[in-house]
């Protein structure tokens, strides 16, 4: 069931009462310890595993259906939607109204994979499995965006979305350069332009508004830099500016187009950066081993700890909700990598070194 907005921001928010139910839920997320037995079972045992765990509804009631990663993997997506739905459920006033905005990060995820899906041709089995049915857009939407034979199909598909217009901007630089950069890029855009809309500046702004906005520049700050390191590894000619998300204070776009072409430039303006304490570890990664998956896992896992701090500052504000969406969604990529490694025969080593800390 697709999340419905429409809260109102006229009652009173209920911060406090948010807080602890979402206390309580992260408490449950797995643990070292958990993944480190996960690592060394076969795709069997995980499945056995989960069905002792808070999965176990989501794991019995898709056993007849499907077996294996694919058990897993639907099992995982269906609690996540579950659990953010259950977030709008308790959520009154502010928290409601910015919890849903954030949710929609799932509207601009389910588009970019309906997009990977059909430019590896994965088909439509495939794409249905790797939506999180946690935003706004209904299933039959879902359905015909995953049928889409196409990608300019697949924006005609989204004619009545925010994402359309973008979309078709961009689509001319992805037939030029056959990658999928500028059309992610023109959806993270949307999405992150439309979170904020309407809300005051950080001066006019209260406690909790504020921290909200903090949060949401550090996010669009971590995507640039997301994003500029897989524009410099692709190689293909493009202005970084045009991909360039507004919002944040990590860069500007000039900057952006000057320190793309310069990797060691690029880490040294992090490092200084208001950043330099939190993304520390993730530039080691980068710098160490040249490894940008790893890098962004450590990315994500800096953005966690960012969420956290910021809710420890002020605990009555939408931030410890926001921290928690991210470890459970960090929870679900891990059991999927550890799922998928484990079919693939890998390593427990190789497995490990993948998985986003929490």
Known sequence: MSAQYGGSTEDASNYEYVTARVSARRASLFDEDDYRKLVRMGTGEIARFMEETEYGREMNALGARYSGVDLIEYALNRNLAKHFNDLLR?????????????????????????????????????????????????EALLERLSMADSIENAIEVLDQTIFADALREAYDDYEETNLLVPLENAVDRVFYEDIDEGLPSRVQADRATELYIEFITAEIDFSNVRNTLRLARSGA????????????????AEELRQLIGNRDQLVEHIRESIYGDTLADALTELEDSDDIV?????????????????????????????????????????????????????????????????
């Open 90 to 138: 308790w959520a009154d006033g502010e928290a409601y109204d910015f919890i849903a905005r954030y949710l929609r990060k799932f509207d601009a995820w389910n588009v970019k994979t309906a997009l990977r899906g059909i430019y590896s041709e994965a088909g439509a089995d495939a794409i249905q499995s790797d939506f999180i049915r946690a935003g706004e857009f209904d």
């Open 237 to 252: 000619d493009m202005d970084p500016a045009a991909y360039f998300i507004d919002g944040g204070r990590l860069f500007s």
């Open 294 to 358: 790893r890098f962004e896992n450590a990315l994500d896992a800096a953005l966690l700890a960012y969420a956290d701090r910021l809710a420890n500052r002020y605990p009555p504000s939408v931030c410890s909700v926001l921290s928690y969406i991210l470890a459970k969604e960090r929870e679900v990529d891990n059991i999927q990598a550890v799922a998928r490694g484990r079919e693939a025969d890998l390593p427990p080593e190789e497995i490990e070194t993948e998985l986003i800390s929490l």
